[in-house]
């Protein structure tokens, strides 16, 4: 069979110039980062602990330290903080509101750093092989599952895969062109590699040195001679290295004095290398047989490549590819700590020997091996098609009918992929391949994941506060939160968000002022009791139910206020005016009145109805009315809120709200 016409002229464009091969990976790169971008939420836990930082950095106007809220954070240089930051400035700049809890403005970095790795993937493979492999090759990585997912994170890896990419391109020019002894590596490349490497070092630390250095390492023990690296001109670029890393750790020393290594390096990256870290422990290969899901497109490509890689380990080419990932790979295997993103720097390598490999027209096809592999391909979509139809049966109750149509395409484009490949059309499977991915990218993120509320608690209590301040509760409550301590709560809730259990919660709502607390199920007989020996009514205005996406737990999370909203804030009515809540009361004086005493009804009183703006207080029995003073004429009525909800009663999911 031959390649169908279409794709053909795809090729016959990208091979046309460079300019045109980087215009069709960028438009790959819309289509395929573009979904969920703005649209999903917070995601716990690490996204909102750097958007959170970045954000307490521009309250804060200190763009050396990075704290979340009272703690320093320490973990990891302050490179993705300030690019966030500059983002987030940007957006202010240009309007958009409330752009501090914007997520999607924290995303941009990771975005652009996204589509900088896949260009320069593009830009290394274009020195080792042809522009139509390299294409290729630029355009598989640009579909990785895993490389999505990063372009919609506020993190750090999307970021490093682009200075690791960076810095691989420049040494792929220098290495190929090594026997040339006219050759020189331009200053524009020369500057890109140790820019980038600097960038690096302020992002993540020893990570892209690391890549770097450990291909450079193999490469001149394979080929028996280091000169070549010569050719980077190590001492200017050291230079440059140091003034892009030298300032910010010269400033973070002196403001914490050695806290910042003690953290960074002692418990944070030697205590990963030492123990599986925050419980992400797991044995060596465990990267391998992830990269199966977390590679998809990709992987099922490599898997028919890897003979040709073994066959072809020693020329050039092929060994500048697994110099990239081999090395790395194997040190990430042997560390503790696994996460799937730590490979990601690797992964534009596997997809040069994929390329590599289909250009030589030696991928595997013979025996059962290679056929259960290609049969990755719709595999891997069918389980995704599977496992949000039964998320969203279970936890929503609900079908998302476009979401599913599009999965339900994405499976059809991944058939048509596999089938191209047991035809030996390795062009037009690759194409089909990214279309099936882009297809995933749409169903999911634009339309599966933000549809998918269960897991999205924080942004669903700010929305059941300021529902409540719409139906008339006090505005800019103080909160705490007992129980849910996730970190999207205190990015969008705001820094100040006080972390406390039940009793504390109690204790906080006595407090002054306009107050609201988050409380889960667990904790509220302890809130309830607390609230009690304080003599104080707390009021239920909402409850939140859903699935928390780390660990896995369900919660269900109360909504109780304390609300004091001042007499002049309502419009004054004309007539005789009722007493005003007095805002210095005891809380003892909001206990409700004993049964024998029932309360007055609203109807007796001669002012106007009031607004349901302030909390209401328990009319004293008739036997013992209390003496208020006289209010002058024209004094604005008190606002009443809803009757007290008893706390005990309130407590069931079921139980009716208070409006």
Request: with cysteine; aromatic share 8%; charged share 15%.
């Amino acid at each position: 069979m031959s390649t169908p016409p279409l794709i053909e002229r795809l090729f016959g464009f990208v091979e046309a110039s460079h300019a045109r091969a980087v215009a069709a990976l960028l438009l790959a790169c819309l289509v395929l980062f573009a979904p969920g971008l703005r649209s999903l939420p917070p995601m716990d836990r690490d996204e909102p602990r750097f958007a959170q930082a970045t954000k307490q950095m521009l309250e804060t106007r200190d763009p050396v330290d990075i704290r979340f809220q009272g703690e320093a954070r320490h973990k990891k240089p302050v490179g993705i903080y300030w690019m966030q930051a500059a983002a987030v400035s940007a957006g202010e700049a240009l309007g958009v509101p409330e752009a501090r809890t914007t997520i999607w403005l924290y995303r941009l970095p990771s975005a652009l750093g996204a589509i900088m790795a896949v260009l320069f993937t593009y830009a290394a493979a274009a020195a080792l092989t042809t522009r139509r492999a390299a294409f290729v090759a630029a355009l598989l990585f640009s579909a990785v599952i895993l490389l999505g997912v990063e372009a919609r994170l506020a993190k750090t890896d999307a970021v490093i895969a682009a200075t690791v990419a960076i810095t691989m391109a420049a040494l792929a020019r220098v290495y190929m062109n090594q026997d040339d002894r006219t050759w020189r590596l331009s200053w524009g490349w020369f500057a890109a590699f140790w820019i980038a490497m600097g960038v690096g070092v302020l992002v993540k630390g020893p990570i892209t040195p690391a890549v770097v250095g450990l291909a450079a390492l193999v490469l001149s023990i394979a080929d028996r001679r280091i000169g070549w690296l010569g050719r980077l001109r190590p001492l200017p670029g050291f230079a440059i290295l140091i003034l892009i890393v030298a300032p910010w750790f010269v400033a973070i020393t002196m403001k914490s004095g050695v806290a910042f290594f003690q953290e960074a390096v002692g418990q944070d990256m030697l205590a990963k290398v030492g123990s599986g870290k925050e419980s992400h422990g797991a044995p060596p290969g465990t990267y391998l047989a992830a990269f199966l899901g977390t590679g998809w497109p990709l992987a099922p490509f490599f898997l028919l490549a890897l003979p040709f890689v073994w066959r072809a380990r020693r020329t050039p080419t092929v060994l500048f590819a697994i110099a990239w990932a081999l090395p790395m790979w194997i040190v990430f295997e042997l560390v503790p700590t696994k996460l799937p993103h730590y490979v990601l720097p690797l992964y534009p390598a596997l997809a040069i020997l994929t390329a590599l490999a289909a250009e030589e027209g030696a991928l595997a096809m013979r025996g059962w091996g290679p056929k259960a592999a290609a049969g990755l391909l719709p595999l891997l979509a069918l389980a995704l098609l599977a496992a949000v139809t039964a998320g969203f049966v279970l936890y929503e109750r609900t079908i998302p009918i476009v979401a599913l149509l599009l999965l339900l395409a994405a499976f059809g484009v991944a058939i048509a992929a596999w089938r191209s490949t047991m035809d030996g059309l390795f062009g037009t499977a690759a194409v089909q391949a990214v279309a099936a991915s882009a297809v995933v990218a749409w169903g999911a993120y634009a339309f599966a994941v933000p549809q998918f509320r269960t897991v999205a608690i924080s942004p669903r209590l700010v929305a059941a506060v300021q529902a409540a301040e719409r139906a008339g509760a006090c505005r800019g409550p103080e909160l705490a939160t007992a129980g849910f301590r996730e970190p999207s709560l205190v990015f969008l809730s705001g820094t100040n968000l006080t972390m406390t259990d039940g009793a504390g919660a109690a204790q906080f709502l006595a407090g002054p002022g306009c107050r609201a607390v988050f409380v889960v199920s667990a904790m509220e007989p302890q809130f309830i009791e607390a609230a009690r020996n304080a003599g104080l009514i707390a009021r239920l205005s909402d409850r939140v139910q859903g699935l928390n996406l780390n660990g896995g737990r369900k919660l269900d999370i109360g909504v109780y206020w304390r609300q004091e909203t001042p007499a002049a804030s309502v419009p004054p009515a004309a007539g005789p005016a009722a007493p005003a809540a007095d805002p210095a009361r005891p809380i003892e004086d909001l206990k409700p009145a004993p049964e024998a005493a029932p309360a007055a009804p609203v109807e007796a009183t001669p002012s106007p109805p009031p607004s349901p703006a302030a909390p209401v207080q328990d009319t004293p029995a008739p036997s013992a009315p209390p003496a208020e003073p006289e209010k002058p004429a024209g004094t604005p009525p008190a606002a009443e809120a809803p009757p007290p909800v008893d706390p005990v009663k309130a407590a069931p999911a079921d139980a009716p709200k208070a409006p």
